[in-house]
């Protein structure tokens, strides 16, 4: 049996340990700035282009992006590498990353495959409840603000609001340990994914804080018109790391 998962933990998890792991991925972001910062960039040129893409189709943009950043943390597994190594006193650049995406993990690449599954699912929902539930067509995001979000009699945004939390939260408790499991150890998926809502069953406060934590960050970097994911991409990735190590550091591999 391998050994437990290392961790930098010296205390139990608790509510406030998601901002120490926000503090831990800054210090990796600042340690290995280049392959930390070519992710963000990368990153959000392609959120961009689905924006760009959907800008004249805002029913599609919402999901569209939405389903985005679900399959998001699958584009960031390279900042996992980079925050493992700097764990082992090691500094790699792009060529190391470059090397884990090359060698095509199967195992990676079913899973995003699935989380692409699920970012398809709410895209085609979200669709087809704001095309059901809007007066009028919304083509534009001022469309989406005046028709959607400040009709309040007719609640059609908390309705997407709720559906939208409804398909995130198992995304959420599937991939938050799981990811990173999957870089760091030779488990199969199903394994990574029962881990990461055992994980998430065993710390639910602190993994609903840092669910918070991570919905505040994409909602600044959206409002920064995508300039602000450049650093939270990467900030998000790292800390997303030193989280995996926190919750599963009292477990042994299956």
């Known amino acids: 049996m391998p050994p437990p998962i290392a961790s930098s933990r010296t205390n139990p998890v608790t509510l406030t340990s998601p901002f120490r792991w926000f503090a831990l991925g800054w210090a990796d972001l600042r340690r290995n700035p280049v392959p930390s910062l070519l992710h963000g960039l990368l990153i959000t040129l392609f959120g961009a282009l689905l924006l760009w893409l959907a800008r004249d189709r805002f029913w599609l943009l919402a999901g569209a992006f939405s389903g985005f950043l679900i399959v998001a943390p699958v584009l960031a597994t390279g900042l996992y590498e980079v925050s493992r190594a700097l764990a082992q006193g090691q500094r790699i650049g792009m060529g190391a990353v470059w090397q884990l995406w ?4 199967g195992r990676l690449v079913r899973f995003g495959l699935l989380l692409a599954l699920a970012g398809t699912g709410w895209v085609l929902n979200s669709a087809a409840l704001i095309t059901w539930g809007s007066p009028v067509p919304i083509q534009k995001p001022l469309d989406f603000l005046r028709y959607v979000v400040l009709v309040r009699e007719l609640g059609l945004f908390e309705v997407w609001l709720l559906l939208g939390a409804l398909l995130a939260a198992p995304v959420y408790a599937s991939t938050v340990v799981a990811l990173p499991l999957l870089v760091d150890r030779p488990v199969p998926v199903g394994v990574a994914v029962l881990r990461s809502w055992r994980a998430v069953a065993s710390h639910p406060g602190p993994a609903t804080v840092w669910a918070a934590l991570i919905a505040v960050a994409v909602a600044v970097g959206m409002a920064t018109a995508l300039l602000g994911l450049l650093v939270l991409i990467p900030l998000l990735g790292h ?6 190590r926190d ?5 042994g591999q299956d």
């Open 239 to 244: 800390a997303s790391w030193h989280a995996y």
């Open 247 to 251: 919750l599963c550091a009292d477990e």
């Open 102 to 105: 090359r060698t095509g993990d």
